[in-house]
T-cell receptor, first 117, second 116 residues
Framework: EAGVAQSPRYKIIEKRQSVAFWCNPISGHATLYWYQQILGQGPKLLIQFQNNGVVDDSQLPKDRFSAERLKGVDSTLKIQPAKLEDSAVYLC???????????????FGPGTRLTVT | GEDVEQSLFLSVREGDSSVINCTYTDSSSTYLYWYKQEPGAGLQLLTYIFSNMDMKQDQRLTVLLNKKDKHLSLRIADTQTGDSAIYFCAETPGPRRSGNTGKLIFGQGTTLQVKP
C-alpha cells in the first residue's frame, strides 16, 4: 500500500513570495490533515478535511494561508505572502475515517521543508 | 485546555531500557499515541493506547498509562542505535463522539540518543 505522498520535499523562497504544497493521501482515506512543524516543536494542526469539506481550520492563519481538497482526494496548501516565521516543515497526514476507524490512526507523509529568507 | 508536555532529551547505552515520559492535561482524552520521527522523515506511528487501558505491550515497546496523574510513558527494551530519533507523545482530546474531529495534540518531542 502506497503511503502519503507530498511534494516538493524542499522549498526555499523569499519573504512576500507565494508557495504551494501538494499532498496525495493513502487511497480510500477520507480524512486529510495539514500540520505545521516548527524546528524543535511538535506538529500543530493547521486544517482538517473530511472528504472535500473543512472540519477544523481554527488554527489556520487565513489572511495568508489557504487550502483546498476539491475532489476529496489530493490537497494543496498555499501561503501568500510568506513570512519569515512560516519557515517550518509542513506535514500532511490521512486517516481512514474519524468515525469508522478503531482509532484515529493518522499516517504521515515525509513533509515539505520550507525555508523563507 | 489541551497541552502535552515531554522532557526534551534522553541518553542511554545500547542494550539498556529507555523510558520516555509524557504528561497531558485533557482528562477526557480518548486515545494517546507515540510517534517516532527520524531525521528528514515524517512521523511513524509506533503504538497507541485507549484511555480505558493501563498498559499495552508490543514487542520491545511497553506503554503505561496513569489516568489519575495524566501520565503516559513509553518503555523501549534492549534499546538499539536504530532507535535514536525524536519521540512524540500525542493525544486526541475529548471523548469520542460526532463532534470530536480526531485532531492530534503533540508534545514537543523527546530526543533519544543511543550510545554504542
Amino acid at each position: 500500500e502506497a503511503g502519503v505522498a507530498q511534494s516538493p520535499r524542499y522549498k526555499i523562497i523569499e519573504k512576500r513570495q507565494s508557495v504551494a504544497f501538494w499532498c496525495n493521501p493513502i487511497s480510500g482515506h477520507a480524512t486529510l490533515y495539514w500540520y505545521q512543524q516548527i524546528l524543535g516543536q511538535g506538529p500543530k494542526l493547521l486544517i482538517q478535511f473530511q472528504n472535500n469539506g473543512v472540519v477544523d481550520d481554527s488554527q489556520l492563519p487565513k489572511d495568508r494561508f489557504s487550502a483546498e481538497r476539491l475532489k476529496g482526494v489530493d490537497s494543496t496548501l498555499k501561503i501568500q505572502p510568506a513570512k519569515l516565521e512560516d519557515s517550518a516543515v509542513y506535514l500532511c497526514a490521512s486517516s481512514l475515517d474519524k468515525l469508522a476507524g478503531v482509532s484515529y490512526e493518522q499516517y504521515f507523509g515525509p513533509g515539505t521543508r520550507l525555508t523563507v529568507t | 485546555g489541551e497541552d502535552v508536555e515531554q522532557s526534551l532529551f534522553l541518553s542511554v547505552r545500547e542494550g539498556d531500557s529507555s523510558v520516555i515520559n509524557c504528561t497531558y492535561t485533557d482528562s477526557s482524552s480518548t486515545y494517546l499515541y507515540w510517534y517516532k520521527q527520524e531525521p528528514g522523515a515524517g512521523l511513524q506511528l509506533l503504538t497507541y493506547i485507549f484511555s480505558n487501558m493501563d498498559m499495552k505491550q508490543d514487542q520491545r515497546l511497553t506503554v503505561l498509562l496513569n489516568k489519575k496523574d495524566k501520565h503516559l510513558s513509553l518503555r523501549i527494551a534492549d534499546t538499539q542505535t536504530g532507535d535514536s530519533a525524536i519521540y512524540f507523545c500525542a493525544e486526541t482530546p475529548g471523548p469520542r463522539r460526532s463532534g470530536n474531529t480526531g485532531k492530534l495534540i503533540f508534545g514537543q518531542g523527546t530526543t533519544l540518543q543511543v550510545k554504542p
